[in-house]
T-cell receptor
Framework: NAGVTQTPKFRILKIGQSMTLQCAQD?????MYWYRQDPGMGLKLIYY???????DKGEVPNGYNVSRSTTEDFPLRLELAAPSQTSVYFC????????????FGPGTRLTVL | DQQVKQNSPSLSVQEGRISILNCDYT??????FLWYKKYPAEGPTFLIS?????DKNEDGRFTVFLNKSAKHLSLHIVPSQPGDSAVYFC????????????FGAGTTVTVRA
């Protein structure tokens, strides 16, 4: 099992550009999450999904969009990048029952200049 | 509104001694608590958890204590080892129907040789 994988590892964007952060998991987990981590701060939930076709907003959804067409993939879309979106982005997944433990990917470090 | 607080941003401890990390929460609905460990350039990894029906959970060198009346939990690492140098995040969830986690800001632990 590869677990949770994220691509790319690093990216630099110019203001106003768009991009998609990719996230995939091979553990057949229903729940998937996107977080951002800013320096000195905890992880803030951007969006989450409880299954294919179902997504919902977290604490900080503005400026982002998600889709969940399959159980395995949960991409995060930035439409008009802004410097405030400079952060490290983590994707996570969790099985539907038996645990509250989420399993994290390695992260994508995004810089918007 | 920060519902999970880690008020010590950093902790330095000598190898072989005890590390004590603290976490406070404000939401009385939280009933499951987790600690994650994060190395630089990696995603958080699950370390240990505790349910609100317990006041202590132990796993090898790691013990988590929960004081529900004080809305406080702590992580003890005994003995501390150089490989324990990392950022530790406290997280909480509000039961099996709340599949989201709230994270603290993290405590950076440095174990000195």
């Amino acid at each position: 099992n590869a677990g949770v994988t994220q691509t790319p590892k690093f990216r630099i964007l110019k203001i106003g550009q768009s991009m998609t952060l990719q996230c995939a998991q091979d553990m057949n987990h229903n729940y998937m999450y996107w977080y951002r981590q800013d320096p000195g701060m905890g992880l803030k939930l951007i969006y989450y999904s409880v299954g294919a076709g179902i997504t919902d907003k977290g604490e900080v959804p503005n400026g982002y969009n998600v889709s969940r067409s399959t159980t395995e993939d949960f991409p995060l879309r930035l439409e008009l990048a802004a410097p405030s979106q400079t952060s490290v982005y983590f994707c996570a997944s969790k099985p539907p029952v038996g645990t509250d433990t989420q399993y994290f990917g390695p992260g994508t470090r995004l810089t918007v200049l | 509104d920060q519902q999970v607080k880690q008020n010590s941003p950093s902790l330095s401890v000598q190898e072989g001694r005890i590390s004590i990390l603290n976490c406070d929460y404000t939401n009385s609905m939280f009933d499951y608590f987790l600690w994650y460990k994060k190395y630089p350039a990696e995603g958080p990894t699950f370390l240990i958890s505790i349910s609100s029906i317990k006041d202590k959970n132990e796993d090898g060198r790691f013990t988590v204590f929960l004081n529900k009346s004080a809305k406080h939990l702590s992580l003890h690492i005994v003995p501390s080892q150089p490989g324990d140098s990392a950022v530790y995040f406290c997280a909480a969830s509000a039961g099996s129907n709340d599949y989201k986690l709230s994270f603290g800001a993290g405590t950076t632990v440095t174990v000195r040789a």
